[in-house]
């Protein structure tokens, strides 16, 4: 299996929502009770309307860029070229020992991200896409490494405004060990193996 060096070229990145507010799962909230102890009473909420779009790119190293979307944009062609070229700048500055040229990135097959217009600054960048598996189109880190406990992280919280929860999100992320990334990308491997021996069905972390 791949290890150590052979990994620093890979650089993936993915969108997600994070909320104002969101509660805690049945999970989360679940607490102990003798048979004669008094129960809390539940009260039902709702998640707020706020929310914001973000976008994290990460390699073995940690975090390398964060990106939030302004309020009413959309993840379309022109707003992924220029978070590219965004990546590029950050990569060059935190990443100053790597080759930016030789990045390998992983994204998913979002039609922003396999679009012929989007492939051409990739190609002038020098990066390659890192294909994903032939019988799966959703095996990027972020979703099954990094935004699960990002979310649980959030959750139960309730932030006052946009600045509070981008500051929280960033904050969570700068907080993990270089450890867990680099764990996240080593499942890579791993995962794709099952995925192939399963062609295509659901694989368990």
């Given at each position: 299996?791949?290890?150590?060096?052979?990994?620093?070229p890979?650089?993936t990145?993915?969108?997600?929502?994070?909320?104002h507010?969101e509660?805690e799962?049945?999970?989360?909230?679940v607490?102990?009770?003798?048979?004669?102890?008094?129960?809390?009473k539940?009260?039902k909420?709702?998640?707020s309307?706020?929310?914001l779009?973000?976008t994290?790119?990460?390699?073995?190293?940690?975090?390398?860029?964060?990106?939030?979307?302004?309020?009413?944009?959309?993840?379309?062609?022109?707003?992924?070229i220029?978070t590219?070229?965004?990546l590029?700048?950050r990569?060059?500055?935190v990443?100053?020992?790597r080759?930016?040229?030789?990045?390998?990135?992983?994204h998913?097959?979002?039609c922003?991200?396999t679009s012929?217009?989007?492939?051409?600054p990739i190609?002038?960048?020098?990066?390659?896409?890192?294909?994903?598996?032939?019988?799966?189109?959703?095996?990027?880190?972020?979703?099954f490494?990094?935004f699960g406990?990002?979310k649980?992280?959030?959750?139960?919280?309730?932030?006052?405004?946009?600045?509070?929860?981008i500051?929280?999100?960033?904050?969570w992320?700068?907080?993990?060990?270089?450890?867990w990334?680099?764990?996240?990308?080593?499942?890579l491997?791993?995962?794709?193996?099952?995925?192939?021996?399963?062609?295509?069905?659901?694989?368990?972390?």
């Amino acid at each position: 299996m791949l290890r150590g060096r052979s990994f620093c070229p890979i650089v993936t990145g993915d969108e997600t929502w994070a909320h104002h507010y969101e509660p805690e799962t049945k999970r989360q909230s679940v607490e102990w009770h003798h048979l004669q102890s008094l129960r809390k009473k539940k009260f039902k909420t709702t998640p707020s309307a706020g929310k914001l779009m973000i976008t994290v790119f990460w390699d073995i190293d940690g975090v390398i860029l964060v990106e939030v979307m302004a309020r009413g944009g959309t993840i379309n062609l022109d707003a992924y070229i220029k978070t590219l070229q965004k990546l590029k700048q950050r990569y060059q500055r935190v990443r100053p020992n790597r080759n930016p040229g030789g990045m390998l990135i992983q994204h998913n097959n979002a039609c922003p991200h396999t679009s012929l217009r989007t492939q051409e600054p990739i190609t002038k960048f020098g990066w390659t896409v890192l294909p994903l598996p032939p019988y799966s189109t959703d095996l990027v880190p972020s979703d099954f490494h990094l935004f699960g406990p990002l979310k649980d992280a959030l959750c139960g919280t309730m932030f006052e405004d946009d600045k509070s929860v981008i500051c929280a999100a960033r904050t969570w992320l700068r907080e993990q060990e270089t450890r867990w990334y680099r764990e996240g990308m080593y499942a890579l491997v791993s995962r794709w193996h099952k995925a192939v021996g399963v062609h295509g069905d659901y694989v368990e972390k």
